[in-house]
């Protein structure tokens, strides 16, 4: 095993942040990217790795949706996820975010 300790916490978690992008409210992909990352992280589904698992599938969310992130190789992006998991960053701060870094791949 690498990476924290194996199980899931709560499948219902886990399906409500998943489903959050898509309820209707978030049309835009850096609202349907922070969506999802705010609400994995926040719901804890996992127990452990809620971080590592949150990023990854906002990775996936943006290539399936045509899009990449525009950031440098040595942006803190688990400082970034770290926050959010903190409170420091919340929901209208990571649209934001996603905002100005994602373009559309070509």
Known sequence: MYGGREGVSSF???????ARPYSGYHRSIERKAAALLHSMVGNHGFVDGNKRTAWLLVEILIVRSGYVLDI?????IDDLVVDVAAGRIGFDELVSWFGSRLVRDS
């Open 72 to 76: 440098p190789d040595d942006e803190p």
């Open 12 to 18: 219902h978690l886990i399906e409500s942040g998943l």
